[in-house]
């Protein structure tokens, strides 16, 4: 599903990724680890087309992630580390992902309720304005909705009380077939009972790849 | 083409909720009322008085400070999602760069072209209200000359945007371009170029090329091109050009220095990283 060949990316005289070649498949439940600037991110940023290697490439189901974002983004559900300062409502960010990418706003409502979040109670108010968890759990709502065949997660559970980890790990378990999933960590006791391939990142390079 | 109405739907509803709008509005709405309040239209000094005195006044005002809040409430507009991450969620959606860009240009032209097309509608109003006669042509020639100045910078803040990584950069340099544009619209430097024997062609030029000396020029046009206050550059262009052809070159060329800056920022912008 995802092939990563002898992919580069530099910034400036910092090699991020250093002739990285990985392919993840479905069925795929990945913990992808290692230090601050292992370059984790760089490679989730280049599986979404953000950014442009220096050399080799990305594709995802044979599509070019840069060239043909719009194919391969409606494939792709993301949480990022930190949620962004969105400053539009909630209703206008479910308009957002909704019609941008066919996503059931009453499933997001559904997902949201399974978190826990009271969404509907919320429906005006910034995103921005919310609690970290709150905008946590509604990105991780959003991410399931879209019912994607690769779900990307950059530290989801970061800003998460351990009873909303426990309703995010049960969703996950009842959502998970026949996908992609991976998960950038540094808490590998979180997802041990997930993922069934650990793979460990040092300075732009992968240094050990195991299927469990 | 659904995703481009919705980028710019969502951007102009997030514009018209920030505070800097608020501010911005009550800036342009507020320059309107302070003249109506300070007599401005029952004044008359040199040869203007009514409400053509007034739009002129808003006009001059609007020369200065329009540039600046475009620019400075604009150039944030991509630079700023990509500081703070928000590009980094919004663009992991299938939206194309392209409507991404074009659409937050939309929304962001209509929220700040309304407040100040409001502004004059509003001097209008009430002119009529009062009693005085109302100078549509002059209010047309505003109308068209705001549209376009707003295009101009609009784009420019855009192009700005698009290859800056840092919105603190971005900032600097808008307030740069600004100040430089603005230092070429002062009669005293052109003064100065021209007491300094440069040729006049160069110093026409430079005038010429500056969307806000254009600007300047074309908003004064209409009247007497023997007033003091239209300085010497002013008056050599309407002197040498067609009114009516140069009030046409006033709003086709800005128009197209906004579409040019527009389209520049956006090749850099889906070429370069976007985070």
Redesign the interface.
């Known amino acids: 599903m995802i092939k990563v060949n002898n992919l580069t990316k530099k910034f400036g005289s910092h090699v991020s990724l250093d002739n990285v070649s990985i392919d993840f498949n479905k069925n795929d439940y990945i913990a992808l680890m290692g230090a601050n600037g292992a370059g984790k991110t760089t490679l989730i940023?280049s599986i979404?087309?953000?950014?442009?290697p220096n050399e080799g490439s990305v594709s995802i189901d044979g599509l070019d992630p840069i060239k043909q974002?719009?194919?391969v983004?409606?494939n792709?559900?993301?949480v990022?580390q930190?949620?962004?300062?969105?400053?539009?409502s909630i209703s206008?960010l479910m308009?957002?992902?909704s019609?941008?990418?066919n996503v059931d706003q009453e499933l997001i409502k559904h997902y949201s309720n399974e978190m826990k979040l009271a969404i509907n109670e919320n429906m005006n108010k910034s995103f921005f304005a919310l609690s970290g968890g709150m905008k946590q759990k509604l990105?991780i709502a959003i991410s399931l909705a879209k019912k994607s065949d690769i779900i990307i997660y950059d530290e989801p559970t970061a800003n998460l009380d351990p009873k909303a980890r426990d309703d995010f790990y049960r969703l996950l378990k009842q959502n998970e077939d026949e996908k992609v999933l991976l998960f950038v960590t540094h808490r590998l006791e979180e997802v041990e009972t997930i993922v069934n391939r650990q793979v460990y990142m040092e300075l732009g390079k992968i240094i050990s790849d195991e299927t469990i | 083409m659904?995703?481009l109405y919705?980028i710019a739907y969502?951007d102009l509803?997030?514009s018209i909720?920030?505070k800097w709008f608020l501010v911005y509005s009550l800036v342009f709405g507020g320059l309107i009322a302070l003249f109506f309040i300070a007599g401005v239209t029952e004044s008359q000094v040199m040869g203007f008085s009514g409400l053509s005195r007034l739009l002129l006044m808003y006009i001059q005002v609007t020369i200065v400070i329009l540039p600046i809040f475009i620019l400075i409430t604009t150039v944030r507009s991509i630079s700023g999602d990509r500081d703070?991450?928000?590009l980094?969620?919004?663009?992991?959606?299938?939206?194309?760069?392209k409507q991404y860009y074009w659409g937050k240009i939309i929304g962001r032209f209509i929220t700040v072209y309304l407040p100040v097309l409001l502004a004059m509608i509003i001097a209008i109003i009430y002119g009529t209200i009062k009693g005085a006669s109302i100078p549509w042509n002059i209010f047309f020639l505003y109308t068209g000359l705001l549209f376009s100045m707003s295009s101009a910078f609009l784009g420019i803040a855009f192009f700005i945007s698009s290859f800056v990584k840092s919105s603190e950069v971005a900032l600097g340099i808008a307030f740069f371009v600004w100040i430089v544009l603005l230092s070429f619209i002062d009669i005293a430097l052109i003064s100065l170029m021209m007491s300094q024997r440069m040729s006049t062609e160069l110093i026409i030029f430079i005038a010429m090329v500056n969307p806000m000396e254009i600007f300047r020029v074309a908003a004064i046009s209409l009247f007497d091109p023997e007033l003091t206050v239209m300085g010497p550059v002013a008056y050599y262009i309407l002197d040498s050009m067609k009114q009516t052809t140069f009030v046409f070159v006033s709003m086709a060329y800005p128009i197209s220095l906004g579409l040019v800056f527009s389209f520049l920022g956006f090749q850099i912008f889906r070429?370069?990283?976007?985070?």
């Open positions: 940023r979404l087309g953000y950014y442009h974002r719009m194919k983004l409606e792709i559900s993301f990022p930190l949620p962004p300062p969105i400053k539009l206008e308009q957002y992902i019609v941008s990418a990105l | 659904k995703n919705l969502l509803k997030e909720r920030a703070n991450h928000v980094e969620y919004m663009l992991s959606f299938p939206i194309s760069l070429r370069k990283d976007l985070v």
